[in-house]
């Protein structure tokens, strides 16, 4: 009789892992000697992995943009360390250039996260020339399938922000974040700043280009029905800690935490 050996389910390196992160701001406040100190992540153990979206959610004020600023690279940790694709992150170096490549953001309000004074087409260009991909030609082809991408026409490189919608500024936004076709995507509250009746719209092109190009999501929001309609995986920050991740259905089905249950018992979302 022939013994058969259990198949195994590789696990994916994280594109990013966050290992016992802490932050600490110091304060204007206290003595000249002992200021006062905030800490606003303790004890961060967090992992984002391709073709997974991760909702964060929590109050205003908990942590969660913080935490987002460290896995891009723009907020050091007081103390633990981050990982990129496994390999500890340093300082400085092609390791960070690598990241601007693989993670990208969107960010709450495109009216500030965009620069007023640019094109569309010139804000899709940016991050092309910026980071020496391609040619001018192909860099141009990469432009025109990015306004494609996001459902916007083609008309719409030649305009500045002001003169489009939120809803539309909002897809160039996303659009500029897959300009360098990241592994990544951090969307922090990027539906907050925008009418009801495009919230669902937005949504639903992040979820569709979840699943036509396997990226990853970190989902950022206070809103936990929200983080509900996209996510694989919740956590759930209070204070700068993340008290309690489980699967999506677990953690609206089996709430460990009493704070969760506040959550999820507040008024239902309209996206």
Known sequence: ?????????????????????NVVHKTRTGKLFRPDTVHANKNINFVARRDEVVGLVGESGC????????????????????????????????????????????????ATSLNPRMSVHDQLLDPLKAHGV????????????????????????????????????????IARALALEPDLIIADEPTSALDVSVRAQVLNLLLDLKKEFGLGLVFISHDINTVRYVS???????????????????IFNHAEQEYTRTLLAATPSLL
């Not at 694989?232 to 677990?250: A, F, H, K, P, Y």
């Open 1 to 21: 009789m022939t013994e058969t050996t259990p198949v195994t389910t590789p696990v994916t390196t994280p594109i990013i892992e966050v290992v016992d992160g």
């Open 63 to 110: 942590g969660k943009s913080t935490l987002a600023r460290v896995m891009v690279g723009l907020q050091p940790l007081t103390s633990g360390k981050i990982l990129f694709k496994g390999v500890p992150l340093k300082p400085r170096g092609a390791q960070r250039k690598q990241l601007g490549q693989s993670v990208s953001v969107v960010f709450q309000d495109p």
């Open 232 to 250: 694989d995986r919740i956590c759930v920050m209070l204070s700068g800690e993340i008290i309690e991740q489980n699967t999506t259905d677990n």
């Open 134 to 173: 391609g040619d001018p030609a192909s860099r141009e082809k990469r432009v025109r399938e990015l306004v494609s991408l996001v459902g916007l026409p083609q008309s719409a490189l030649d305009v500045l922000p002001r003169q489009i919608s939120g809803g539309q500024r909002q897809r160039v936004a």
